[in-house]
């Protein structure tokens, strides 16, 4: 699905308001991957005391996660910060969630003949894979104020605009419960996606739901790394 072609050509990330983040998609990838004073969001950026008080308290897990994903999938790399306390859009009033925000290489991205097909296959090849790693931090995930995880995952389109290329992005944020669940195979991908909130960007134009078809894509958490 193709929208919004003049928003393309003004930014290659989605506005995501409440994940609003400095950077881009090419110039991560001009550079060496992000060292973690850069991928993870430094305490004093936060906006509110008990969410610079959360990230405070679990530096160490944020370091942890960092070193994981590396471990992980070092194929990809991090938003400039892509890990972080994160409140998913229209929800400015809601708890945080331990968010991974992650970019996949160009050279790995991913086909498909539209937007719906390109997601199914980025979460296929890397969400199955990550959200175990959200899950996995135990003390973040034992901690009250963490209401959820949030998964971000950016690629570049196949469609370039005045010349340049565009991200596409998957943004998904689920509740503890319905992460667990999933990663620990007691739901299926389909009632994951249901109870979670899904949205796709083509640049900033928001695709619709409908378009995705992300349930026989998301299979099963991937064991192990």
Avoid at 4 to 14: I, K, N, S, T, V
Avoid at 65 to 94: M, T
Avoid at 109 to 132: I, N, Q, S, V
Avoid at 133 to 147: G, I, K, N, S, T
């Amino acid at each position: 699905m193709r929208r919004g072609r003049p928003a393309r050509a003004r930014a290659g990330l989605p506005a995501l308001a409440a994940l609003v983040l400095a950077g881009g998609v090419l110039a991560a990838h001009a550079q060496p991957r992000r060292p973690p004073e850069e991928a993870i969001l430094a305490v004093e950026a936060y906006d509110g005391a008990e969410v610079r008080a959360l990230a405070e308290a679990h530096g160490p897990g944020l370091r942890r996660l960092y070193d994981d994903v590396r471990r992980c999938a070092p194929e990809i790399d991090f938003h400039r910060p892509g890990i972080g306390f994160r409140k998913p859009r229209g929800r400015p009033g809601g708890a945080p969630h331990l968010t991974l925000w992650v970019l996949v290489d160009p050279d790995q991205a991913p086909p498909g003949g539209d937007l719906g097909a390109r997601a199914a296959e980025t979460f296929r090849r890397y969400g199955r894979r990550l959200l175990p790693r959200l899950v996995a931090r135990a003390a973040e995930r034992a901690d009250v104020p963490v209401e959820g995880y949030g998964l971000v995952l950016t690629w570049i389109g196949p469609t370039p605009i005045g010349g340049r290329p565009v991200g596409e992005t998957l943004v998904l944020f689920a509740d503890r419960p319905t992460a667990a669940e999933f990663v620990e195979g007691t739901i299926a991908a389909a009632t994951f996606l249901a109870r979670a909130d899904v949205r796709v960007f083509d640049g900033e134009a928001e695709a619709s739901p409908a378009t995705l078809g992300l349930e026989a894509a998301a299979g099963a958490p991937a064991p192990g790394c």
